[in-house]
């Protein structure tokens, strides 16, 4: 299964961490939406969208990335990261897959080290993760994403 894992990672690179674990379990293109690139999602089998939490969603330019390339009918996943709420998760992209009539296969996050706005005077939160159990449900979940996609 040839997937593309369209994502936005700063400050820590917590989601990069995330996804790097998820790429190891297969054929997986990781696309960073923030650089200008031209990009052909219908080629992949599957499309995945990732990004850290920001002000309770999902990175504005990774929205904008799926309304812009995501074809119609393929499957989706989404993955995201946070320091101290989900927020709304992945609802905005979410929505766009549903407009293009694509089946989500699922969603997949977990804490990450946050030292953005007033969290940085404590010196952060959710320090070391994401850590090795995160990431090894990273690869399980993936995996999982795996076997759904290619037994229906």
């Given at each position: 299964m040839k997937t593309?894992?369209?994502y936005y990672s700063r400050h820590h690179?917590?989601?990069l961490n995330v996804l790097e674990a998820m790429a190891g379990?297969?054929?997986v293109d990781l696309i960073d939406v923030t650089t200008?690139?031209?990009v052909r999602l219908e080629k992949y089998d599957c499309i995945g969208f990732a990004s850290g939490i920001y002000g309770f969603e999902f990175q504005k330019a990774v929205v904008e990335f799926a309304r812009q390339y995501l074809p119609q009918g393929?499957?989706?996943f989404f993955v995201y990261t946070y320091g101290g709420a989900?927020?709304?998760g992945a609802k905005a992209v979410a929505k766009i897959a549903q407009e293009r009539s694509c089946q989500v296969l699922g969603e997949f996050s977990c804490k990450g080290y946050d030292t953005f706005g007033?969290?940085?005077l404590v010196g952060g939160i959710a320090k070391g993760h994401p850590?090795?159990?995160d990431l090894e449900n990273a690869r399980k979940f993936y995996r999982e994403i795996q076997a759904r996609n290619t037994h229906g």
């Open positions: 593309a894992i369209c690179g917590n989601t379990e297969g054929d200008r690139q031209t393929k499957p989706v989900k927020g709304s007033p969290f940085k850590d090795e159990r």
